[in-house]
Every structure is written in structure tokens, then in C-alpha cells.
């Protein structure tokens, strides 16, 4: 019998109470070798000056293995040769509450290769993987077969404001639908900000893809639609339009490039602030330099524990008594960056555009640096950050439930250690 999975139980609780449930989706976004090739599993510690050498695909895929064990994600997100091995061969995730998903398609602007020059021309539809290939490893599955494999998908779309190309991508999402519904297959949808826009001006971007998602999805059935959205956070307005207009439209946030640790835990922190219900972090989570601790901040993010700064400051902690050389400083870790809006890491914006906005939608970045002091005031304290500094508090007991909205920052950083210290042996 295989076990319950936390996404199930989390977008039936969503559904049941939309407008009160702190459920959120957690995503690993392992499907990279759909998109950039042998540079996929990210740079090998081997790495020397000048040289670039990266991880072998059995590397990446060990790390999908310790993070699905770990069990702190509710998805975890490969390209389907991968599930064809973890999930379908070695049967992975039969006693896991993680649910296994495939990229079910890879368009033309996820074709980041070396020395081409995809992502710059308006995303073209295409598939290389198969439903069959997906839920049973094979072609012409049978009904019994169907859940060998993985039965999530993700399906990813770019509108670029260009009627011919936008139509076709509109087209084949509805094709995809059609066969996906008949074998009982479930999607996830990720709409990509343009890669090549057509007469639409940077600040009308959020408009323009709120709008889509809402026009696309207004004709189809229950039955047809995603489960959820995997979108680029276009900042607290953006986010609290889509969430109003359909409340049971779960919304998701991707993570885009690997930035800085503040950059991701930022992210994740606002997105959920303004009603964001998902998170998908790829190379954010490949890039840091020990992804299971990385992974742990995260959900302690989501699941509204800590705050992005604490986070930063403790994952430095886990580091170090790790001996792990991290690739920052602390300091330069703790500073937040422009966020990619694309998977090819182009902007909308056009050249000569000023791209100083940080990742909360609002404000530049040396706004930010200013705000930035690592005790989780995010410069609200009348007096700055010398003000009061927190006084001890012992460690809180790990057993208990702890209500966060009670407790201090110091309280909340010793419960933290407690149960870090528990998860790493440290």
C-alpha cells in the first residue's frame, strides 16, 4: 500500500478552506537536464579556476534520492528519464509522501544549450516526453500500468504578445489537456513571463500574464484543469490580483536563478505573504552548498517558522559546523539580487532598462541593503537595529508545538538550533 501524499493533503485542506488554510506546497525542481543539457547537475566541487567541470547526471539523480528521503518537499519535479528510473524502476517514492512529477514538456525557450541562441526567439511548443513514458516507462500503457510511474506533470507556457505563436502555444496546452485528461494525468501549469515580447511594456507584464491565466483557464472544465500554478512573483499586487479573483486557483512561484540565499528565502517569504500557496525552487536548491540543510530553511520558510534573514544567518551556522565552505560571505549571502524572470535568465525589460528592482516587487536593492540587518526587524524598529538587542531565551522544547506568534526572534532562533541540531547531528 503505498503511503499518503502531503500534496493531496494539502490542496484537499486549500480547497476545504480557501481563505484560512496555512497549507503550502513545496516543489524540488530536478528536471534541469530537460532544459540546459550535461550542464544540468550544476558545477562539480572539482571546479578549478577557469575550467569547467560539472556533476554527473548519477550525481544529480543521487541527490534526488537523499532529498526524497529527507521527505521536508511535497513534490519532487525530474525530467522523465529520471522518473523512469527513481520512480518506475526503483520504486522510490511507493513508501515516501513525496509525490513524483515529470516536465511533460520542454518548448523552445527552455532549450538552454551552450553556444545556442534559443531563448532569445518567441517560445515554440514542442514535447519530447510522453504521458506513456511518464505514468508506465513504455508506449501504449494499459489501465493497470498507469500508476507505475508518475501521474503529475508539469506543462509550461510562454506568451509573447504574438498572435501566430501564442496560438499554436495555446493550441498544443489544449491538446495536452485533452490526452492528459483521458489517461487521468495530472498537470501543473507554469507560465514563463515573455522571452520575446512583442509590443508590451515591462510594467504591463504582470497584467498581461494575470490576464492569460485567467482567459485560458475560463474554458476548461474542473476536470482539465492544473492543480496548481508555477509563475514568476511579480510582487505583492500581482500576486494578491490572481489569488482574489479565483480563490481556489492555487498559485505557485518558481524560484529562477540560483541568486543569493536572501534572494531565495526573500522570495519564498513575500510570495507567501501575499497569497502565493506553492514553491518550486530548481536551481536554487542545486546551487547552494548543502542542499538538505537548504531544503530544511525552506520549509521552515513556508511553513512560516522563521523569518528570510534568521534563515540566511542560521543555514551560515549549519555551514560551518558542517565544515562546509560556503560560497559567499555571510555578508554578501544576506544581500538580495535582481530575481530571473525567465528559464533562460533574459528579462522582458528592454536594453537600457534600469533592472535595480528587487525581488518583493517594490523598492531597489540598496533599499533593501538598508533594511538588511539580520535580526528579522526588516527595519521597523524605530530606533534601528541597535536599539534593543533580544536577551536569551533557553532552548525550547523541540516536543511541543510552538506558537511563533508568540514567540521573540531569540525564541524563536533557539527552537530553530533545537531542531537543527536534531536533523543534522550537530
Known amino acids: 500500500m503505498l503511503m499518503q501524499k502531503t500534496l493531496d493533503q494539502k490542496l484537499a485542506d486549500m480547497h476545504a478552506n480557501p481563505a484560512t488554510s496555512r497549507a503550502f506546497i513545496l516543489a524540488d525542481a530536478k528536471d534541469a537536464d530537460m532544459a540546459f543539457g550535461v550542464a544540468a547537475p550544476g558545477q562539480s566541487p572539482e571546479t578549478h579556476a577557469g575550467e569547467a567541470r560539472f556533476k554527473s547526471l548519477a550525481e544529480y539523480r543521487e541527490q534526488i534520492r537523499e532529498i526524497v528521503q529527507q521527505g521536508l518537499v511535497d513534490i519532487m519535479l525530474m525530467s522523465a528519464s529520471s522518473n523512469d528510473l527513481l520512480t518506475i524502476r526503483e520504486r522510490i517514492f511507493d513508501m515516501s509522501a513525496v509525490t513524483p512529477a515529470a516536465r511533460a514538456n520542454d518548448a523552445s525557450d527552455v532549450f538552454v544549450v551552450r553556444g545556442g541562441t534559443y531563448t532569445a526567439e518567441p517560445s515554440q511548443p514542442f514535447r519530447t516526453a510522453t504521458l506513456d513514458h511518464i505514468q508506465c516507462g513504455h508506449v501504449d500503457c494499459d489501465d493497470a500500468e498507469r500508476t507505475r510511474g508518475a501521474n503529475l506533470g508539469l506543462y509550461s507556457i510562454t506568451l509573447n504578445n504574438r498572435l501566430d505563436e501564442d496560438r499554436a502555444t495555446l493550441e498544443a496546452y489544449r491538446q495536452f489537456r485533452i490526452e492528459a485528461e483521458r489517461v ?158 525567465s528559464y533562460g535568465e533574459t528579462s522582458a525589460a528592454p536594453a537600457g532598462t534600469s533592472t535595480t528592482k528587487s525581488i518583493t516587487g517594490g523598492g531597489t536593492v540598496s533599499d533593501a541593503k538598508k533594511k538588511n540587518c539580520g535580526c528579522g526587524c526588516e527595519g521597523k524598529k524605530p530606533g534601528g537595529c541597535n536599539d534593543k538587542k533580544p536577551t536569551a531565551a533557553p532552548p525550547a522544547d523541540p516536543s511541543s508545538p510552538p506558537d511563533f506568534s508568540r514567540m521573540t526572534t531569540a525564541e524563536k532562533r533557539a527552537y530553530q538550533q533545537a531542531k537543527r541540531d536534531r536533523i543534522f547531528g550537530v
Open 184 to 341: 487521468g494525468f495530472r498537470h501543473f501549469l507554469e507560465v514563463f513571463n515573455p522571452n520575446a515580447p512583442h509590443g508590451i511594456e515591462p510594467g504591463d507584464v504582470p497584467a498581461f500574464i494575470n490576464d492569460h491565466i485567467a482567459r485560458t483557464l475560463a474554458g476548461v472544465a474542473a476536470a482539465g484543469r492544473p492543480v496548481f500554478l508555477k509563475v514568476v512573483y511579480q510582487g505583492p499586487r500581482a500576486m494578491e490580483e490572481l489569488v482574489h479573483f479565483d480563490p481556489h486557483l492555487v498559485v505557485g512561484v518558481l524560484g529562477g536563478s540560483a541568486g543569493t540565499t536572501h534572494d531565495a528565502f526573500k522570495l519564498l517569504h513575500d510570495a507567501r505573504k501575499y497569497g502565493a500557496r506553492a514553491a518550486l525552487f530548481g536551481r536554487k536548491i542545486n546551487h547552494s552548498e548543502c542542499q538538505l540543510a537548504f531544503v530544511q530553511f525552506l520549509r521552515m520558510l513556508a511553513d512560516g517558522e522563521i523569518e528570510p534573514a534568521e534563515g540566511v544567518r542560521a543555514y551560515h551556522g549549519v555551514l560551518e559546523r558542517l565544515k562546509i565552505k560556503p560560497r559567499r560571505s555571510l555578508a554578501a549571502d544576506l544581500e538580495l539580487t535582481d530575481a530571473a524572470v
